[in-house]
């Protein structure tokens, strides 16, 4: 064979195992693709609710008659007083007017709710009420209702529960008022509260052989938030 043909048969051998490695090469070194029949795995994404924004409606309990009147923090449940189920008693304008206008419960055991339109606080229990409340009972030298009506202090929780539901309300104020200036000073300053219980000011250490000079006021304010979630406490 002339040496120019061994010459170029050398070169076609050379650059056939060149092209065969790199071939190789790239076999080895490139990645595999995914099987044709592999599909993306998809995560699902659940979107947060979106909280509402919309103010919750205040329960409205409409003004009706006084069932049950409760003061936890001085051991105070009307029940006791009056049976279980038994409304308070109701102060009426024949008994106002028999009375010269003046609550006078009728023993030392009753608690009242004055209706009497003519009194100086005669409205009904209700969250929508526009007049106030008031009840009414006696202290005493020995058991009574109201004996410690004195102790409550401002932020003290009250229940007052009535025909059409159970209202949550906390004290506002508590004062003695000279039972001279009562009338005048319940009229005056009525409507600085939701409601008052009222009775003869008498605390622990009052001489027990001396009548009372004051009466108690003590206000109740509602407490809309407590009705809302049906707790008082």
């Known amino acids: 064979m002339p040496k120019w043909a061994n010459a170029l048969l050398g070169v076609i051998l050379v650059v056939g195992l060149t092209t065969l490695g790199l071939g190789i090469s790239s076999v080895l070194t490139s990645p595999s693709a995914p099987p ?4 993306p ?11 509402s924004t919309a103010p919750e409606e205040d329960v409205v309990i409409p003004v009706s008659a006084t069932v049950r009147l409760e003061m936890p923090t001085i051991a105070f449940d009307s029940y006791d007083f009056t049976g279980q189920g038994v409304a308070l008693d109701e102060w009426t304008q024949e008994e106002d007017d028999a ?13 009242v709710q004055s209706t009497a339109s003519e009194s100086e606080c005669y409205g009904q229990v209700g969250t929508d009420s526009t007049e106030p409340f008031c009840i009414y009972a006696h202290s005493w030298v020995t058991r009574a209702p109201f004996n410690h009506l004195w102790e409550l202090k401002v932020g003290d929780p009250v229940a007052v529960t009535t025909l059409a539901g159970r209202i949550c309300m906390t004290v506002s104020q ?17 409507y600085q509260a939701d409601g008052w219980a009222v009775t003869c000011d008498r605390d622990k250490d009052y001489p027990k052989d001396q009548a009372t000079v004051d009466n108690r006021l003590v206000g109740f304010q509602i407490d809309q938030q407590a009705t809302n979630a049906g707790t008082c406490w």
């Open 174 to 190: 508590s004062l003695p008022v000279p039972k001279g200036d009562f009338d005048d000073v319940l009229l005056a300053i009525k």
């Open 36 to 39: 044709l029949d592999t599909e």
């Open 41 to 51: 795995v998809r995560q699902e994404v659940t979107a947060a609710p979106i909280p």
């Open 99 to 111: 009375q010269n206008g003046t609550v006078r419960p009728p023993d030392k055991m009753s608690i």
